[in-house]
């Protein structure tokens, strides 16, 4: 009898994670502190659960891909947007702490909320502490989770999130276009197709 040798992925490939659990508030800001301005790990905090993210090549492409056609379609659209990166946003009162992959304000982000309007995450390795719940408390309005070349928007509706079918803040991007760009073998390639779709809209 023979079994298929199982082909192991490449590490490099995959999502880096460490979980800790019964993790004070203290030390949570603490390793907050230590990281400082270093893009790594990513630090997401749930009620004494503690995950350290490394995100992959992969992740980290995805991510910046979608981050230029969402600021592609504002700029296009004459929407006063703002990126904020991979903001920390900490509460310490609901014992949450998050920094999506990337997020957005409306308007100036001089004028800083508690919480970004819209947080980007990118789901490329599964597990990990539920983002959703993460953000519900801290107040982001709007999450849209980019999952194996699917785009879902969840809306904050009260004190939970909803699925809705388009952006309620960019009710006019519109999610099958940006579907299809992501398919493109290059991030200038993806742009090149939103600005090439968006073109006659524009004074409309």
Do not use: N
Not at 12 to 40: K, N
Not at 84 to 95: A, C, I, L, M, P
Not at 112 to 127: K, L, S
């Amino acid at each position: 009898m023979y079994a298929a040798r199982r082909e192991l992925p490449d590490a490099s490939s995959i999502d880096q994670r460490v979980h800790m659990h019964d993790v004070s508030w203290q030390a949570y800001e603490a390793l907050v502190t230590w990281r400082g301005e270093r893009a790594v790990p990513r630090l997401t905090y749930l009620e004494g659960e503690l995950e350290l993210m490394t995100p992959s090549p992969d992740h980290e492409t995805q991510k910046k891909t979608l981050a230029r056609l969402i600021e592609a379609f504002a700029d296009a659209m004459d929407i006063s947007l703002d990126g904020v990166g991979s903001w920390t946003v900490k509460q310490r009162d609901v014992e949450r702490g998050a920094e999506a992959d990337e997020c957005y304000i409306l308007g100036s982000a001089r004028k800083r909320p508690a919480a970004p309007d819209i947080a980007i995450e990118v789901v490329w390795t599964r597990g990990g502490i539920d983002k959703l719940e993460v953000w519900r408390k801290l107040g982001a309005r709007e999450v849209w989770i980019w999952s194996h070349g699917t785009l879902t928007f969840y809306a904050l509706h009260g004190e939970r999130y909803a699925v809705v079918k388009r952006s309620k803040l960019l009710p006019k991007l519109d999610p099958d276009l940006i579907v299809r760009c992501m398919g493109c073998d290059t991030q200038r390639e993806a742009v090149r197709m939103l600005r090439g779709a968006l073109r006659p809209k524009r004074g409309r």
